[in-house]
């Protein structure tokens, strides 16, 4: 197995190519239905905004790709037009007090003693992978050195500790990522390869983790990849999407809430 490395693709060129990405698989399980649609129709959010910001400055110091917008919110006309005139030139528009909360959150990490190595360690940010009909794109991968390679993830959240991050692991399938990740890594002739996430809560002290999934978590998440791969090469050979299906079906209450019945009732 071999793969393709290609170092500067813009963001753009990347999400626009037909390989299936790892959100893509993640997706695809949800529902095939909703899968196709988001790839048609792209999504912009807020928080989508601050979370490449905070990226794009973490990872290569990159503030001259965000446009600052000196307003308290985005519900007048002016701050509305800033924001649409930077988006068309592929740049990120953050309001004032959203861009200090991000240089706050950069102060702090460079504190963290083993995140700020894996994010600055020597290599490249932003670097995208293709191999057999996949795709990935590593916020950061390290030269190799001779030693061990450690991919890193940056991600932010309202919550870092460990148990909330098991959480949304599982809610969010990043155990399906880690587990792509690693593939991609092999495919590039890493194979003793390490993947790990830097988590950076959003808020003050914007509190720093490292979190690496263990063997379990990571065998899951390539089933589940497989399944994906699978599904989306079915739909794509038949071209149909399916939703949630068009018959009815019978559903109980989930367990818990029939214990807290019963409890109740006794």
Not at 100 to 112: K, N, Q, S
Not at 204 to 224: C, F, K, S, T
């Amino acid at each position: 197995m071999t793969a393709d490395v290609i170092y500067d693709l813009p963001n753009a060129d990347y999400h626009a190519r037909p390989e299936l990405s790892s959100t893509g698989a993640r997706r695809i399980l949800d529902s095939p239905a909703r899968f196709d649609w988001e790839r048609k129709h792209p999504i912009f959010k807020d928080v989508y905004d601050f979370g490449s910001a905070a990226h794009a400055i973490v990872l290569d110091d990159e503030s001259s790709v965000i446009v600052e917008v000196e307003a308290d919110d985005w519900r007048t006309k002016a701050a509305r037009e800033a924001k649409a005139e930077a988006r068309a030139l592929d740049r990120i528009p953050l309001l004032t007090k959203d861009l200090a909360v991000v240089r706050a959150m950069v102060e702090a990490i460079r504190l963290h003693p083993v995140a700020s190595a894996l994010l600055t360690q020597p290599g490249r940010s932003e670097v995208s992978v293709f191999w057999e009909d996949r795709r990935a794109r590593f916020d950061r991968l390290p030269e190799p050195k001779g030693r061990r390679l450690i991919a890193t993830d940056y991600k932010t959240a309202e919550d870092a500790s460990v148990a909330a991050f098991t959480r949304t692991v599982a809610n969010l399938g990043y155990h399906q990522q880690s587990a792509w990740y690693l593939d991609a890594l092999h495919a590039m002739g890493h194979e003793d390869a390490a993947f790990v996430f830097v988590v950076q809560e959003k808020s003050a002290p914007y509190l720093v983790n490292v979190v690496q999934l263990d063997v379990e978590a990571i065998r899951i998440g390539r089933e589940r990849n497989a399944r994906a791969i699978d599904l989306w090469r079915q739909c794509r050979e038949a071209d149909v999407w399916p939703g949630y299906g068009d018959e009815v079906k019978t559903v109980g209450l989930p367990r818990w809430a029939v214990i807290e019945h019963e409890e109740n009732a006794a």
